[in-house]
């Protein structure tokens, strides 16, 4: 009798649950591989010489699994900017802002897109390649608004907070503040190999990453600032801090020929 039902235990099959769960983790753990060798592929060759060849070889994959999970070369494409994008989000959600101080919750937030730009430098390349295609690819994303709506909803806290203490301006509207901060850190980040040459001095030395940070936000503090100091009590003279880190004269010529 006990060994029949040892034999009965033995032969049933087990929980399905328990398969099917290690089916998905493995399909979820190769799907996660050909997402980021397709980010780093794309960002290397960009989305015209970014192959499907070349993904699957960096992913250690095949061809028949990016069209097995993502559709087409397209679908990948766009499920790399969500990525990028969603990293981002979350990496800016996670930031500790305090909305009742709102002069050092929006600094920090300059800060957090400032070196955000600067550490991540594929999210910078996968930016241009899609403009070069004209968004055409991300316009097709359904995720991609619910990215940016966040970062703006933070950047509406702050401003807020800012406007009930009577120290920002009522005025500004949170979608262009957010574009005053982004366009500081991606331009600076995208062009500092041209500008370095342009300018005739290094921008990715510490001194002059420092002092652009502290230019960006010393202007958008002067944007949202509530108004001007009365003079008694104001200080034209004030040396900023962002005054005090310039960075060395350009040894570029100027327009003039001198």
Known sequence: MPEAKAAARKGAPK???RRTGVREAAAQATRESILRAAT???AKYGYDGGSVEKISKAAKSYDRMIYYYFGSKEGLFIAVLEGIYRRMDDAEAAIDLDAT?????????????????????EFVTLLNTENLHKGRHIAKSLRAREYSSRAISIISEIVAAGVQQGLFRDDVAPRDLYLLIASTGYFYTSNRHTLTAFLGEPLETPEAVAHWEDFVIETVLRTVDAGAPDEETSQPHEVKKWQKSQPAPSRARSSSGT
């Open 40 to 42: 780093k592929v794309f």
């Open 15 to 17: 929980p399905a649950t």
């Open 101 to 121: 101080r709102p002069v050092e919750s929006l600094t920090a937030l300059i800060r957090f897109v400032l070196g955000y730009y600067r550490k991540n430098p």
